[in-house]
């Protein structure tokens, strides 16, 4: 059985590509919001590891990951995002509350070693 995936971003695109490069090796569930993101990980509680972009319209994602880790905190989170660090993922990062940030564009290869890794934790 697939380890379930869940990858949030407000770009109709970055959903499509992420769902072609990974759903091979994940059984991908992706969102266009937080909370659409919420709504998933409440009807798939088996979800593993949630990945969000960072900046998506009405919350971000350090905003989505606080929420969810509340509700979820047994699953492992982390940030996309197309911009430099910023303090609040390093904050993330430093307090636990996400293992890793990626940088866009996604290199398939990297972050699968990274989501590999945290799977066997």
């Known amino acids: 059985m697939k380890t379930k995936i869940l990858y949030l971003d ?14 091979r090796k994940y059984e991908v569930f992706t969102a266009p919001d937080a909370n659409q993101g919420l709504v998933v990980l409440d009807s798939h509680a088996d979800i593993a590891l949630v990945i969000s972009d960072m900046k998506m319209p009405g919350m971000n ?14 699953k492992k989170y982390y940030i996309l995002t197309g911009f430099d660090i ?25 972050m699968e070693i990274v989501l590999d890794k945290a799977l066997k934790m």
Request: proline share 4%; charged share 25%.
């Open 61 to 74: 994602g350090i905003e989505f990951i606080t929420i969810a880790k509340t509700r979820y905190p047994a």
């Open 10 to 23: 407000d770009e109709h695109i970055n959903l499509k590509l992420f769902e072609i490069n990974f759903k």
């Open 86 to 110: 910023t303090n609040d993922i390093q904050n993330a990062i430093d307090t636990g509350l996400i293992l890793h940030y990626f940088s866009k564009p996604i290199k398939v290869s990297d």
